[in-house]
């Protein structure tokens, strides 16, 4: 549901970004990416059902016509790394997978970036959206304020 005017999200405090995805290279090895691309909807959903597990939600977006990323919130790094170390939870058994069936083949390819945002180092503003991003998943508020208090705020945390 689009929601009209000017919007920012709820979350307090600092978070974690990580940015994962995939690149079929190859599209004709179906054999070779298709259970990469199969993989993490499973353990969106395994981390969706964990509080616990420091998972804020993720959003998931094509970037051209072989790229599949996923934009991930966290609470923090340790419980991102300690997802991705637990050997009884989802990750675990399909970076396994991944690694013995493609390697270094080159059929597809993954990546992945992680940001540690301290406490108003981030901004969001949407309008006119529907919940996107990190505000679909804190919640959205009235955003407040000009476009240069904004850039001013930012600024301020680039300099610190």
């Not at 939870?89 to 690694?99: D, G, I, K, L, M």
């Not at 069936?101 to 080159?106: K, L």
Request: aromatic share 10%; net charge neutral.
């Amino acid at each position: 549901m689009i929601e009209p005017g000017r919007l920012t999200d709820r979350h307090e405090g600092s978070l974690v970004v990580f940015l994962i995805g995939m690149r079929i290279n190859h599209f004709l090895r179906p054999r070779q990416w298709l259970p990469v691309a199969r993989s993490m909807g499973p353990m969106i959903a395994e981390l969706e059902d964990n509080p616990e597990s420091g998972f804020i939600g993720a959003e998931t977006l094509l970037a051209g016509m072989r790229t599949v990323l996923l934009v991930q919130y966290w609470r923090d790094f340790a419980r991102l790394e300690a997802y991705a170390q637990d050997r009884d939870r989802n990750h675990w058994p399909a970076w396994s997978a991944f690694n013995k069936a493609v390697g270094d083949n080159g059929s597809v390819g993954i990546f992945h970036e992680t940001y540690c945002v301290p406490a108003g180092g981030f901004e969001t503003i949407s309008v006119n959206m529907p919940p996107f991003g990190l505000a679909r998943f804190s919640g959205r508020q009235p955003a407040t304020g000009s476009r240069v208090a904004a850039r001013d705020r930012m600024s301020a945390m680039s300099e610190g």
